[in-house]
């Protein structure tokens, strides 16, 4: 059984910080690339940033320049940095990760967190 779990959200004011983090667990052969989503009340979910196993990444236009996205190869763990955040920011934020199982390692399997609730506010 694959897990992803975020941590590191919260309220912040206009222009601060947050940093998210996603562990993944359980039976991992390989983990592919990682990413962030996010969805704001009545609103499809959108990308936010994208990261290769290779460190390669890409940010949607809206958090370029104000997000960075990195991963722990070794802790099967991806981080996203915001910075000068704004309230169009506000939205649940989900971790997602394509993973190998070990048990299938023919298999790429896309895994997603539980989300974690982002708001920006003054």
């Known amino acids: 059984q694959v897990q992803l779990v975020e941590s590191g959200g919260g309220l912040v004011q206009p222009g601060g910080s947050l940093r998210l983090s996603c562990a993944a667990s359980g039976s991992i052969f390989s983990i592919d690339a990682m990413g962030w989503y996010r969805r704001a009340p009545g609103k499809q979910r959108e990308l936010v940033a994208t990261?290769?196993?290779?460190?390669?990444?890409n940010y949607a236009d809206s958090v370029k320049g104000r997000f960075t996205i990195s991963r722990d190869n070794a802790k099967n763990t991806v981080y996203l940095q915001m910075n000068t955040l704004k309230p169009e920011d506000s939205a649940v934020y989900y971790c997602?990760?394509?993973?190998?199982?070990?048990?299938?390692?023919?298999?790429?399997?896309?895994?997603w967190g539980q989300g974690t609730q982002v708001t920006v506010s003054s």
């Open positions: 997602n990760a394509r993973i190998t199982p070990a048990q299938a390692v023919f298999s790429r399997v896309d895994y």
């Open positions: 990261i290769t196993s290779g460190g390669s990444t």
